[in-house]
């Protein structure tokens, strides 16, 4: 067992969103969710999955559509295998990102929250640590910022010299900053009632943009701006989806090591024995059941 395993946070329940109708990649989700589609050698799903894992979150409520649900129910069972607990919330009709909150509210009972789109892929040296460290807050809300060169087609923030946060827009023609706004998002317990204040945008939604603004007015945004060398891939579009995979085929072949392998994150981490990493590689007659058998002979990977 490796000798350094994260400790858990179970102060902050992660909330993974899983719905909308990936009308944007038609046909290919005409009768699948697209957080299950392939990347590289891994669904989708796991990737944001990972990255709440890597900040110690062990309680996550996975929310999707009523038709996709029970798929992620057999992906990825009560999470026990893991050494996590999953909750399971049908989502009737997307209503926006900040829905997902309202949607957790009674789960959450008081505690604070690490939103995670099912879409996005984090990925930094360094990435546990900055996770560790984000969850120190007490009080109001985190959000990360990534550079990009299409910002109109995101969320951005705008920077004051001395890093304080001057201004939020969501998609704006005119981008006052190239830094996007990620699908991952810390809260405090205040956020479903800030929701629950807010008022559906043109497009009949609660915006996620909006939730954080709120923060903002009161002086209670903060926002960690990810290090140069990190990445940051948004798989809403069908090339977004081909790059990522091709993105995350070349690391693992170069370096040798999976990215956001549940299996492997969960035995780093303490929360499950060599045993059960052996019975799980057992489970995969795949390079993939082979890479954790591995880890078990070279834990340095």
């Known amino acids: 067992m490796?000798?350094?395993?994260?400790?858990?946070?179970?102060?902050?329940?992660?909330i993974l969103l899983a719905g909308g109708l990936g009308t944007r990649l038609a046909p290919l989700t005409t009768a699948l969710s697209k957080q299950l589609l392939p990347i590289y050698d891994k669904p989708l799903i796991y990737y944001p999955l990972s990255t709440l894992m890597l900040a110690g979150i062990r309680d996550?409520?996975?929310?999707?559509?009523?038709?996709?649900?029970?798929?992620?129910?057999?992906?990825?069972?009560?999470?026990?295998?893991?050494?996590?607990?999953?909750?399971?919330?049908?989502?009737?009709?997307?209503?926006?990102?900040?829905?997902?909150?309202?949607?957790?509210?009674?789960?959450?009972?008081?505690?604070?929250?690490?939103?995670?789109?099912?879409?996005?892929?984090?990925?930094?040296?360094?990435?546990?640590?900055?996770?560790?460290?984000?969850?120190?807050?007490?009080?109001?809300?985190?959000?990360?910022?990534?550079p990009v060169?299409?910002?109109?087609?995101?969320?951005?923030?705008?920077?004051?010299?001395?890093?304080?946060?001057?201004?939020?827009?969501?998609?704006?023609?005119?981008?006052?900053?190239?830094?996007?706004?990620?699908?991952?998002?810390?809260y405090d317990n205040t956020a479903p009632d800030r929701v629950a204040r807010l008022?559906?945008?043109?497009?009949?939604?609660l915006e996620i943009t909006d939730l954080n603004r709120s923060y903002l007015e009161d002086g209670a945004l903060s926002s960690v701006r990810l290090p140069r060398g990190a990445t940051w891939l948004d798989t809403g579009t069908l090339d977004g989806l081909v790059n990522a995979g091709e993105w995350v085929r070349a690391i693992e072949r170069q370096q040798g090591f999976k990215i956001a392998a549940p299996e492997e994150i969960a035995w780093r981490n303490g929360w499950i024995d060599d045993d059960a990493l052996r019975a799980l590689a057992k489970s995969y007659k795949s390079e993939?059941?082979?890479?954790?058998?591995?880890?078990?002979?070279?834990?340095?990977?």
Request: aromatic content about 10%; glycine content about 10%; some cysteine.
């Open 199 to 205: 008022k559906p945008s043109a497009r009949g939604e």
């Open 2 to 14: 490796p000798a350094t395993p994260i400790s858990s946070d179970r102060k902050t329940k992660g």
């Open 60 to 146: 996550i409520n996975v929310i999707s559509s009523p038709e996709h649900l029970p798929m992620f129910r057999t992906l990825l069972g009560t999470g026990e295998q893991w050494g996590l607990d999953f909750e399971y919330t049908v989502q009737d009709k997307p209503a926006g990102v900040a829905q997902a909150i309202t949607l957790s509210r009674d789960w959450l009972d008081g505690a604070r929250s690490a939103l995670a789109l099912g879409d996005n892929i984090l990925y930094s040296t360094g990435l546990t640590g900055l996770l560790k460290d984000t969850l120190k807050f007490e009080s109001g809300a985190v959000c990360f910022a990534y």
């Open 288 to 301: 993939y059941g082979k890479y954790l058998k591995a880890l078990l002979r070279s834990p340095q990977g």
């Open 149 to 186: 060169g299409n910002a109109s087609a995101f969320g951005v923030v705008e920077f004051a010299e001395d890093g304080r946060i001057l201004s939020l827009e969501e998609k704006p023609k005119k981008p006052r900053s190239n830094w996007a706004v990620t699908g991952l998002y810390f």
